[in-house]
């Protein structure tokens, strides 16, 4: 009947109980992976504590798909730090060098200005229409590590979903199989 036919049988032979326990189990994998991202969140005060590098901005020093790891700590931002940050907008955070920082110790805040190092400019066309420079609100942290290649998972699947819908699909399929 072949692998398709196979599946569709075994389905059909599955009962009720059985659907349920592969449900809960998927559950508890789903619930698990939020878990331990809420406890990266909280562990590196980051709202986002591992992002994918999406455009070539960064290059030689971070390439397209590259992963970094995120902390966010009490130290103000210093020239040269590489961050991570938000600009109103656009939902995508952008990877780029602090070149400049504006420090208000009466306030005890401050602003940086940022570019990419494969960049001609700095980043104040990407900002906010009035808006020269970023307040520690826009940054989500700092780059602590980064991982070389490992996001071009992500990156194929945001922009090939079918890609992404066909995985979901067979991992579904399999879960709902398999017989342990």
Known sequence: MGAFGDAIASI??????????????????????????????????????????????MEPGFRRGDILFLHMGKAPIRAGEIVVFHVEGRNIPI??????????????????????????????????????????????????GFLPYIGW???IMTEKPYIKYLL??????LVITSKD
């Open 95 to 144: 990877v780029h060098r602090v070149i400049k920082v504006h420090e208000n110790v009466e306030k005890g805040d401050y602003e940086v200005l940022t570019k990419g190092d494969n960049n001609t400019g700095d980043d104040r066309l990407l900002y906010a229409e009035n808006q020269m420079w970023l307040q520690r609100q826009h940054i989500m942290g700092r780059a602590v």
């Open 12 to 57: 059909k032979a599955t009962n009720f109980r059985h659907i349920a326990l592969q449900a809960i189990s998927l559950g508890m994998i789903v619930t698990s992976a939020l878990i331990i991202w809420k406890g990266l969140m909280c562990l590196t005060g980051s709202e986002s504590p591992v992002v994918v590098v999406l455009s070539g901005s």
């Open 153 to 155: 998972v992500t990156i």
């Open 168 to 173: 979901i699909g067979v991992l579904g399929l």
